[in-house]
C-alpha cells in the first residue's frame, strides 16, 4: 500500500462526517465458541466515541462481558466507481450506567435527530453501550483516501497518529 501524506486533522475530519452521514453500523463481537457474530446497531457518536442500544438479555452483550474487544464497520457506497466511504473501527465498549451521563445522551440524539426515541436503560430490555475507539482505517477516495489509512486512537483525547 502507497504511504499517503494526510495530516491527522484531515483524517479526524473525514472520520467525523462519515459518522455524521450514517445512523448505522456493524458491529462485530466474540462468541463463546470463539466465532465472531455481527449485527447492525443504530447510533450515535459525541466526536469518535459511538454509543448504541443493544438487548441487555442478548448474545451481544453477554459477549461484551466477557470480552470487550469489539469491531465496528461504518460506510456507504452510492453508485459504481471508488464511491465507497467508510470506517472500520477496533473499539472497546462498555455500558453506560451513569444516569446523568444517559440524561446529557438523550439530549444529543434529541437535537440531532428529533424523531429518534431516547435511551431508556432504566427499563430491564436494553443496555446503552459506549465504544471507545483505540484502532481506526478510514476510506475517502473523493478525498485522496483510494486505500484504508490505518490509525491509533488515544483513548484518553482522541488524538490520532499513524498506526505503524
Not at 464511491?83 to 473499539?91: E, H, P, T, V, Y
Amino acid at each position: 500500500m502507497p504511504s499517503i501524506d494526510v495530516d491527522a486533522e484531515t483524517l479526524r475530519e473525514t472520520a467525523l462526517r462519515i459518522l455524521s452521514e450514517n445512523r448505522i453500523m456493524a458491529v462485530a463481537t466474540l462468541r463463546p465458541d470463539g466465532w465472531p457474530q455481527a449485527t447492525f446497531v443504530g447510533y450515535m457518536h459525541d466526536g469518535l466515541t459511538l454509543y448504541f442500544i443493544i438487548a441487555r438479555e442478548g448474545q451481544k452483550l453477554a459477549n461484551i462481558r466477557r470480552d470487550r474487544r469489539i469491531s465496528i464497520a461504518i460506510g456507504r457506497h452510492n453508485g459504481g466507481g471508488p464511491d465507497l466511504r467508510g470506517l472500520s473501527l477496533a473499539a472497546e465498549a462498555v455500558e453506560v450506567t451513569d444516569a446523568e451521563e444517559v440524561r446529557r445522551l438523550n439530549a444529543m440524539l434529541v437535537a440531532r435527530y428529533p424523531e429518534q426515541e431516547v435511551f431508556t436503560p432504566q427499563g430491564a430490555s436494553v443496555a446503552v453501550m459506549k465504544a471507545t475507539p483505540l484502532v481506526m482505517s478510514v476510506v475517502d477516495p473523493h478525498g485522496g483516501l483510494g486505500w484504508p489509512v490505518l490509525l491509533r486512537v488515544d483513548p484518553l483525547t482522541g488524538a490520532l497518529r499513524p498506526a505503524n
